[in-house]
């Protein structure tokens, strides 16, 4: 076999460049610092122009770098011996085996057995149809989400109960679905319409329409109503402080980006906003949508743990298996709540950091490695803000650089927000929406939100995940192999 210097040398280079990065971080042996290191050790990587390597090591018929991200260096010094390069013998500790071992450890304790799992958002609604539960779990979800933004701790408990109960009657002996519950956070959300109007009496919250070219207000304080006399839909928000840092043309986006807007008018009493574009020719803006304000600095105004979200803690913390903590902004709010936790009863639970915005997007390196040392920790990628933070168009890229850097660190990942969204809400999935969800059957988990046809949801992400384990799809009465028809 003719050696190809060229490849060997830049090879080389890369492997020393990272050697020399890694050194502190191998001395000890443990899996939080097998996974630290081999995080630094990607990081390093990704600073080389790999491209052309790429191509070269395709054509030697080498691994791929797209798929070596949890055991970097030993891929490396593996690539090097198969060209021949006998000089480099270390034996690196963490190999391919190892780095299995630990992601199947962690993705176990955190989601348990089934993988990938099925994450399925509970609601109050839930409550007096307790069968939707048993089908659920019968169908395959295998973690209840509860999203303590709504609803109270008796209806916590009551959904919590009800999976329970469930479990019972299908004949389980232990509980094995998983409870997740997600603290609100500093969520920005409309709380009040201010003479809303009403097309029936079966519409669940107050709403007014809403198309480019309207004016809404935010009001800061009650007697601001007294001072606006002009034509204007009028809001107040739940968190006024979120407003601080405000600038004119600053954009806003509402109800997941399906009303944009910006902001045109500043006084100390309000906000005005002018609309700019709605995902429909009349949108509706109801009370408790949400509110993105990607240009206008929040997390340097609002904490990532609220004191609504200290005060529900220890009873989030004894109903739960896993607490996600949102908006999270850089590592510190982590080791905040580790704080929080350490005061409770010990307790085995786990942690998961949603990524939604962008400061959490640049700082997640950070934020993993602050994870690690939790005793179960994972990452939830929810799409719905950080579309409206990043763009749609950031968002497919954004995503994929968060499952590389979550492999590098063996830490599991959840797939959420958006997934077969028109067929939870009608009854049909879209094309992309299957595309999407079978691309997200790379994650350790997924995240279906509520929705009156969610039982189907459930079942055709079961099918999928049953097609891709298998390997093989059907039609009509022929099973056609993967690759082999």
């Not at 191998?26 to 050790?41: D, V, W």
Request: proline share 3%; charged share 25%.
């Amino acid at each position: 076999m003719k050696l190809n210097y060229s490849l060997v040398n830049k090879l080389s280079d890369i492997h020393d460049e990272i050697e020399k990065t890694c050194i502190p971080f191998i001395k000890e042996n443990s899996s939080e610092l097998f996974s630290l290191s081999n995080l630094i050790a990607y990081l390093s990587l990704r600073n080389n122009d790999l491209s052309k390597i790429q191509s070269n090591l395709l054509q030697e018929g080498l691994a791929s770098f797209h798929d070596i991200h949890p055991h970097v260096q030993y891929s490396i010094q593996k690539m090097l011996n198969n060209l021949n390069k006998k000089d480099i013998q270390k034996k690196y500790l963490l190999d391919t085996h190892l780095s299995n071992q630990i992601n199947e450890e962690r993705v176990k304790r955190l989601f348990g057995s089934k993988i990938p799992s099925i994450m399925v958002t509970l609601h109050s609604s839930m409550i007096d149809n307790p069968k939707i539960i048993k089908d659920l779990l019968y169908h395959g979800m295998s973690i209840a989400r509860i999203n303590c933004a709504h609803d109270s701790p008796q209806i916590w408990k009551k959904l919590v109960q009800h999976v329970r109960d469930a479990e019972k009657e299908i004949g389980r002996d232990e509980p094995q679905c998983k409870i997740h519950m997600e603290l609100a956070g500093p969520k920005i959300r409309v709380k009040k319409i201010i003479e809303p109007e009403y097309t029936s009496a079966v519409d669940e919250k107050p709403y007014f329409k809403v198309v480019p070219g309207d004016y809404i207000t935010i009001i800061k304080k009650n007697h601001a109503l007294n001072s606006i006399t002009d034509q204007t839909k009028v809001i107040t928000i739940n968190v006024t402080g979120a407003l601080t840092n405000v600038r004119l043309k600053d954009s806003i986006y509402f109800h997941d980006g399906k009303i944009v807007g910006e902001i045109c008018s500043i006084t100390d009493d309000w906000v005005r906003i002018k609309i700019l574009y709605t995902n429909k020719k009349m949108a509706k803006l109801r009370e408790e949508h949400g509110i993105n304000l990607p240009d206008s600095f929040v997390h340097f105004i609002l904490s990532a743990i609220t004191e609504e979200d200290l005060k529900n803690l220890p009873i989030i913390y004894d109903l739960s298996d896993s607490i996600g903590l949102s908006f999270v902004h850089f590592p510190r709010d982590l080791a905040k709540f580790r704080m929080h936790l350490d005061s409770l009863p010990q307790k085995k639970i786990s942690v998961i950091a949603k990524i939604e915005t962008k400061e959490a997007v640049q700082n997640l390196s950070k934020i993993i490695i602050e994870g690690l040392a939790f005793d179960s920790f994972g990452i939830m990628i929810a799409r719905g803000d950080l579309a409206v933070e990043l763009g749609l168009n950031q968002l497919a890229f954004i995503q994929e650089e968060i499952l590389n850097l979550c492999r590098a660190a063996h830490t599991p990942i959840i797939w959420a927000t958006g997934v077969l969204e028109n067929q939870t809400k009608k009854g049909m999935p879209l094309r992309s929406e299957i595309t999407d969800a079978y691309m997200g059957l790379r994650a350790d988990c997924i995240m279906l939100n509520k929705g009156e046809f969610i039982i189907e949801s459930v079942k055709t992400l079961n099918e999928l995940i049953h097609m891709k384990q298998s390997k093989t799809s059907r039609l009509g009465n022929k099973t056609f192999i993967q690759y082999g028809f």
